[in-house]
């Protein structure tokens, strides 16, 4: 399985372009709308044949480019199932699996941020959203998120995974692109070391984060899959 990381500076998003490198099936990971057409570029230049848009939780930060997307490559979206919406393809659960050639993505649920969270993991990677990030994790203080939720996630779910597990996530603020699950049990700095559940709910209810600053658009834009036109 081939992985390639691609960024959006202006919301601090990574997308991933996942392919099988025989059958050259691939997917998307939380695509941008303002990068639509640099990734159809290197979609086309590399010759894959685009199954699945992948969208691991409704961003409330920007506007995905799944839709755009599906209408150049018949890809199907996918979406947890919390999330209400009636334009994905696909309203996953955990459980679930997608194919792409002999590689199996797997679905897990990982609530917290929002109830609608997914950590999609393929061949010793987990692309985590914005539940775990690198030395970090999603905020839980709006969009139905949840300390205990998080907390649970994280500790029971995510930290129950192989430590060489890869950890790719949907966003970076300090020049990080990757960490591993054992790394994150040891040095993340919300839930890494043992926290108990009150460390880590005293350190998330201290935040006092401002809200995004796209929420008013991304949220409702992502609600209809970035199809604004339609």
């Not at 199996?104 to 959203?129: C, K, M, Q």
């Not at 020049?175 to 054992?182: D, K, P, Q």
């Not at 890494?192 to 350190?203: A, H, L, M, P, R």
Request: hydrophobic share 35%; aromatic share 8%.
């Amino acid at each position: 399985m081939k992985i390639r990381q691609l960024f959006d500076y202006d919301t601090w998003t990574y997308s991933y372009l996942i392919w099988d490198e025989e059958t050259k099936e691939a997917a998307v990971i939380d695509t941008v709308q303002e990068q639509v057409e640099r990734d159809l570029q290197h979609i086309q230049q590399l010759g894959l044949k685009v199954k699945y848009l992948l969208e691991t939780h409704i961003h409330a930060d920007h506007i995905t480019g799944a839709g755009p997307i599906r209408k150049q490559t018949a890809a199907k979206i996918v979406i947890h199932k919390n999330s209400g919406s009636e334009c994905a393809d696909i309203l996953a659960e955990e459980g679930d699996t997608f194919l792409l050639g002999k590689q199996i993505i797997s679905v897990l649920h990982t609530p917290g941020h929002t109830d609608n969270d997914i950590t999609y993991l393929i061949e010793g990677a987990a692309f985590t959203g914005d539940s775990l990030l690198v030395r970090d994790c999603g905020r839980t203080d709006f969009q139905l998120g949840s300390n205990e939720a998080m907390y649970h996630s994280l500790t029971q779910k995510l930290f129950s995974l192989p430590t060489d597990t890869r950890v790719f996530p949907a966003h970076d603020y300090k020049g990080f692109s990757e960490s591993t699950i054992g790394e994150e049990m040891n040095f993340n700095v919300r839930v890494g070391d043992q926290k108990t559940f009150q460390d880590f709910s005293t350190i998330m209810d201290g935040l006092n984060l401002p809200s995004p600053r796209k929420i008013h658009i991304a949220v409702p834009g992502n609600m209809r899959c970035g199809d604004l036109d339609d």
